[in-house]
């Protein structure tokens, strides 16, 4: 290997190689050499080339990424946009979508908008004026056009632009996404437990303009009015899409009944609101599942630790995060592709199982 070139005099020694350094050592322009180092897509002849690697080896000379970036259109970085990356759920889908990411060589920012809409929008017009070059939001829609219309605009514009983008939760973007299939999971829930021999049931229900929120509680309601036991009005509560939701919407229902159950089954929306829900009704002194049972949604990580275990709907997180990345990065014709995700129904011991 040729020895690293000795610093002129008025070079200090242990400075670094630039651009301009590399192009007169391989005796190319400027542009030539920021062509074959900086991601152009524009054609040099092979023995310039060659040139300017040998240049670039002898002095150790590392690419400016911005650089790169401007050459490419843009950043080897994929733009990861979560509610919230404490919750499980999103912890789960992150960890999928960094795996994909570094098969592909990207690189992940992880951003949390802490459930403002405002602030996703934000973060996606900041990646996309970072030149990002692929976004994936993960999380629910509001059932708001005053916020989806804007969304829907900026990613029209981010994809123009040469970006790629992906979704998990409701299709309505534009984008590829990963849809779950929240009504019919939920749902074939209900009938399970309806099976297992409860009768009487409540819904948490989340907040009302969440869509996954309430998908979940309108696909279970239907499958227990398939066996003629839909919740009464009463019994179905909104709160928080958070442990502490959980907690507060059981506790006012059973507060309703001087403490005493007025169900034998709840289901929450989610996994940390029926984690609130379980610990609500131990204040109360109510026995999981012989006073009343309790249901979830997700099956996330923490639940192998919960007693008694949780009866949930699984969701595969891991795969639906990696399945994301490969919507947004695969180049197909046409209309944004749609992956389908079917929840599969886990009856534990915080409900009934005959």
Known sequence: MSPRRSPSPAEPAGSVATLA??????????ATASRVLNGSTRQVKEALRAKVIAAAAELDYSP????????????????LIVHD???PYFSSIAAGVIAAAGERGLLVTVASTQRDPEAELRHVELLRRQRAQTVVLAGSRLDDAALLDPMRTLLRKYTQGGGRAACIGQDGLGIGTVVVENRLSAAALADALHRA?????????GPPSLLTAR??????????????AEPEAEHQIPGD??????????????????????VDCLFAVNDVMALGALAAAREAGLRVPEDIGIAGFDDISPLRDVVPALTTVRLPMTNMGAEAVK????????APRRHRVRGEVVLRDSTRCQ
């Open 21 to 30: 350094d590399v192009a007169e050592r391989a005796e190319v322009s400027l």
């Open 64 to 79: 400016n990424a911005q650089a790169q970036a401007m050459a490419r259109g843009n950043t080897a970085t994929l733009g």
């Open 85 to 87: 990356i404490a919750d």
């Open 197 to 205: 021999g409860h009768r009487a049931f409540a819904v948490l229900t």
């Open 215 to 228: 998908d979940r509680a309108e696909g279970f309601c239907f499958g227990l009015s398939e066996h003629g």
């Open 241 to 262: 899409f958070t442990r502490t939701g959980g907690y507060e919407a059981t506790r006012a229902l059973l507060q309703r009944t001087g403490g005493r159950p007025p």
């Open 327 to 334: 919507l947004a990065l695969d180049d197909h014709a046409g």
